[in-house]
């Protein structure tokens, strides 16, 4: 067999910690490792996106932009990877167009290298400008399916998405398993099939929740994929990704070998095991491998912020209900992908269907939005009945929802004239209005402060140190 | 491709806790959950044998006889498994033939199906007397290499090794790679050669520290091993397995598929989950995938009792130089792999050999015994030079080590008159003299009392949870 070297994309600097303390991770403790991390050799470096921008604006009321850019200066020779989720950026609403290409030039210009675009309902139409707006830059797009399982998500459906990210001009194609839900053979099959049938090369990304994501990159090389996603020890497993270190020993030797320097690897994950103490308020108790997702279908991440629904109403013993509740309500759907926004949908209408009593006696706005095709059209066929009965006549969107939305950088620019002090800033308002504006306000007031960090000390207090983990991330996109 | 079913050996009630809890769960933990595991289907349960024993006496205070008997009415359908030093039998030193014969069938007796024998030098002399004594009582004797990595254990050796093992007539093999050195394609190679070489199926063990066993597994099974070691997810990973749930999903619909129920393994697991809390106290410190083992070649256990004894000198500074020593007298012993005991000899001969500042100044008495051949055959060539310094011109054994020994068991049975009550108890005694009539003393006083666990409200006192852990187990027999 021919040599077919393994590229890793690093994910320590935004899918690590996003998905172990919750986004957490200042760009202070990232700067004096990103010598040895720029030297290491990655394919790319995943350092922006995701949760990342409303983390520095919300909690550590960083510049996300100015962020960037010290990445950028600090890793000359890597290429810098975000996360973008399509037509809502990274934001939670639908963006008009010309909004999405200004922030995809501007992530360009700051520093992004890869941009990994997704769409919660995998509907390429959400996908297509920011596409577009990244091979504008010259910059490396790579499109994502949303990997999930359900009657329609079979092989085909899969392949002909790829098909269609790749005649949109990506250059490359993730499976984005954001659950934990591919298994080594299934990924075998999938693979070979999107081999057959696109010309691209193949990323793949498996978070390491149900204990077989290692299994899954391994089993994805050898049927083709030429990329994985891995995070250092310091910041892999559980619900984050795979150890980029036992990868790259798995490969050592064998035709697959990374090329990378094991020893190095081992002294940057030291330095972030270091780092990761002081966030020790943001742990999650959720070191151990959980495989229920397989069975249930429902993201740990879902089952931990139902949960606190369910005990705000006090009502926590129905949580059995609202578990069986979920498929039917999913089914419903058409089978979305159940990822950040499409998880809370389907969860909190569950809810709704079993403490009510009566299925959509109660129909949330967010379930009426997504039956009027506001999200995008559904995977597969709405129950109709429940259509019906949620919106009655109302005009469905069939078209690109975007479509329906005008221009609007001018009014935002206006919006926060004098605060803005760039483009950069007018974006940063227009991810998060209320939240942006305050931002801009502080920093112009000379106020901003990150919220506090426990001292090591306050550990070992009799109130111990999960509970101070919030939740509202967890089922966000990873 | 024929279907070729996997079959699993589930570790919770042996190797799992002993790894992660220092083997100190109860048999009331585990009889409540016995009827479940009963009904799981696994090919066995290693249940017996290892730390056990030791933990039973020393600590539990519980009959491990009776633990075995207790456990084998639990479990009237399973296959219940135990680990043997073989001529060490559950003790730490050689024994002589009538009580090694004598342990083997009193534990076939009380309810052992499956006999894994292993030494920790690989020198088979030491393990023929215990296969002997397996197959005369009618059981399944799984021969097991110690795998570890050095110039001479090369496949050949290995292959070599285990010819010899299945000459002396075991149903199985087993690669127990104690310390997670195994690669997946370094897997594959072995178990081709070892297929190509012996007729009796292939088991694997192998831990997780580096983040490599699942993977492992899965090409093991690939290249042709039948059975494979797991632990559920309460006990898994770490220092302990790959998660029993994600390998039954991981091969669910292949080729391979196990016919286990997730469902009900989740249960099962479920149940340990909460078990384990009441032993926080034990807790290691150690959730993260570690891969230093792959290129210091030092086991994670060993590291940390040698930072114990650095500590007690005042010298932890000199950790880097001990480092440094530790290949250069494994190299000088003849590559033994680093497990109970020779990780002990090898580790404490470079702290003195750094500390006094003059390698083999001073030479304990178990590198002499050692080089005098009384653990059996070294792997490779001892350093002459060394040797000469160390035993100058006194005879060395050429012969097993046991050979030397004459029957002992009408002696022990005479000096615990009155207190033993069966032959077991004489057994205990001889495992471990001074604990094993202490225990024999209290059991007749009615005063065996468990050491006790601490409260779940003492978890958070500001003295933490880790350092109540003890180190002595880290280093033990996996
Ligand atoms: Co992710
Ligand atoms: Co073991």
Redesign the pocket.
């Known amino acids: 067999m021919a040599k077919k070297k393994v590229h890793i994309t690093e994910?320590v600097l935004r899918?690590g910690h996003?998905?172990l303390i919750a986004t957490r991770m200042r760009t202070d403790d990232m700067l004096p490792i990103c010598g040895k991390l720029d030297a290491a050799g990655f394919w790319s470096l995943e350092a922006w996106g995701?949760a990342t921008f409303d983390a520095c604006v919300r909690f550590l009321k960083e510049d996300p932009w100015e962020r960037l850019r010290k990445l950028r200066r600090a890793l000359p020779n890597s290429r810098i990877q975000m996360?973008l989720r399509g037509q809502n950026l990274l934001g939670y609403r639908h963006y008009p167009d010309d909004v999405v290409r200004a922030f995809v030039q501007k992530s360009a210009d700051n520093g992004v290298d890869v941009f990994r675009v997704f769409d919660a309902m995998n509907d390429v139409r959400n996908m297509r400008v920011s596409i577009e707006a990244v091979k504008a830059a010259g910059k490396h797009a790579e499109g994502a399916i949303s990997y999930t399982t359900s009657p329609v998500h079979d092989i085909p459906y899969f392949v002909a998405m790829a098909k269609e990210l790749e005649a949109m001009g990506c250059d490359t194609l993730a499976i984005?398993d954001?659950a934990g839900l591919l298994t080594p053979y299934s990924t075998v099959e999938l693979v070979k099939a999107l081999k057959a049938a696109i010309n691209i090369p193949i990323h793949t990304?498996s978070?390491a929740t149900s204990g077989l994501a290692s299994m899954v990159h391994m089993k994805g090389v050898e049927a083709g994929a030429s990329m994985i996603?891995t995070c250092l020890s310091a910041f892999s497993e559980g619900a984050s990704?795979p150890t980029t270190e036992s990868l790259v020993a798995a490969f050592q030797g064998s035709d697959y070998d990374t090329g990378l320097d094991l020893g190095l690897l081992q002294e940057i994950a030291a330095y972030f095991r270091e780092v990761r103490k002081k966030y020790w308020q943001f742990e999650m108790d959720s070191h151990q491998v959980d495989t229920r997702i397989l069975t249930s279908q429902i993201p740990g991440g879902m089952i931990s912020n139902l949960s606190n629904q369910l005990k705000e109403q006090g009502a926590l013993n129905r949580m059995d209900d609202v578990f069986a509740e979920i498929p039917r309500v999913r089914e419903d759907l058409g089978f979305p992908p159940l990822v950040t926004p499409t998880s809370q949908i389907v969860g909190t209408q569950a809810v709704l269907n079993v403490l009510t009593g009566e299925r959509y006696k109660s129909v949330t706005n967010e379930v009426k939005n997504y039956l009027l095709g506001r999200y995008g059209a559904a995977p597969g066929k709405v129950n109709e009945e429940v259509k019906k009965h949620a919106v009655g006549n109302q005009e469905v969107v069939t078209c690109r929802p975007a479509d329906l939305l005008t221009d609007e950088l001018d009014k935002l620019r206006t919006e926060v004239e004098g605060l803005a002090k760039s483009d950069e800033d007018v974006l940063t308002y227009a991810m998060f209005p209320d939240l942006g504006r305050t931002f801009l306000q502080e920093r112009a007031a000379g106020s901003l402060a990150p919220e506090p960090l426990l001292p090591p000390e306050a550990k070992n207090a009799p109130a111990g140190g999960a509970q101070f983990a919030p939740n509202e991330f967890k089922v966000t996109?990873?």
Chains 1, 2 share one sequence.
């Open positions: 994910l899918d996003q998905s995701g996360l984005k954001m990304h978070h996603d990704h996109l990873h």
